[in-house]
């Protein structure tokens, strides 16, 4: 029998560390009203601000479909690490998510892709989805990024059930904070190559994100499942129109059941 199965469509955004509180709580209310009039169907959306925003952002949220993450993570639950949080204070904070080894981290923290693998595993444990960052650093061939990425995320996930609901965000290091995304062209081949790469993990979705914008999108094929956007989504009306454009991009496809 073949089953109409809606393709969706994940949408996340990290505030990194650009916005204060007075700032996060008022773009929060802002994406609360977004997601009450202009999420479609079919459409995840998830949002990441600073921990200190976290228990803000659950209120501001509430009653969205909207899912809170947070920006990093420890890989013990309890103990003696001073100025860390752990998974399951997450859980407590109402996380569902947890973004891990973005190429901020891995650059300016020294977090190795060992320490990586740990949170990893931990935020797994705890249940949360951990949103896992991989790229390259420089630009390459679509083959050779695939290669360099796939080698993070083995290394990230060596050891953890490949049934365990994973988001990989593929970010070329080089279009991070950049004036504009890698190609299309060039996100359709790396998205072909990870997803084909990532194939026996049937609870993985692929985004893409590295100055990712309205526009881009549609113009991907479906190459990712979406996209993990930075600076601009800082202006609400951008977002609604990436959100509006990720409507668009939830198609059927065929299920064999
Ligand atoms: O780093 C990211 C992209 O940031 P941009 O400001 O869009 O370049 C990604 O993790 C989303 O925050």
Request: hydrophobic share 45%; proline share 5%.
């Amino acid at each position: 029998m073949q089953l109409e199965v809606p393709r969706r469509v994940v949408i996340g955004v990290s505030l990194k560390m650009y916005m204060g509180l007075a700032q996060t709580k008022s773009w929060m209310d802002a994406l609360a009203g977004v997601a009450a009039d202009a999420l479609p169907d079919g459409v995840d959306l998830f949002v990441i601000p600073s921990f200190l925003s976290l228990r803000d952002s659950r209120d501001s949220l509430a009653g969205t479909p909207v899912m809170l993450g947070a920006q990093d993570v420890f890989w013990e639950d309890a103990g003696a690490f001073t100025g860390e949080i752990s998974p399951t204070m997450l859980v407590e904070a109402g996380c569902r998510m947890v973004e891990i080894g973005h190429a901020e981290r891995r650059r300016l923290f020294g977090e190795t892709d060992e320490v990586v693998g740990r949170k990893t595993a931990a935020a797994i444990r705890a249940g949360l989805v951990p949103v896992l960052c991989i790229g390259e650093e420089a630009r390459m061939e679509p083959a050779q990024a695939v290669d360099a990425c796939m080698r993070q995320f083995r290394a990230a996930t060596e050891g953890t059930d490949p049934a365990a609901p994973l988001l990989v965000a593929w970010e070329p290091v080089w279009a991070i904070g950049a004036a504009e995304p890698a190609s299309p062209d060039f996100i359709r081949a790396v998205g072909a190559g990870l997803r084909a790469a990532l194939g026996d993990r049937a609870a993985t979705r692929l985004i893409y994100g590295g100055s990712a914008g309205p526009g881009l999108l549609r113009q991907l094929d479906g190459a990712v499942d979406g996209l993990f956007l930075g600076r601009f989504a800082h202006d609400i009306d951008n977002l609604r129109r990436v959100l509006a454009e990720a409507g668009e991009c939830v198609s059927p496809f065929s299920h064999a059941g």
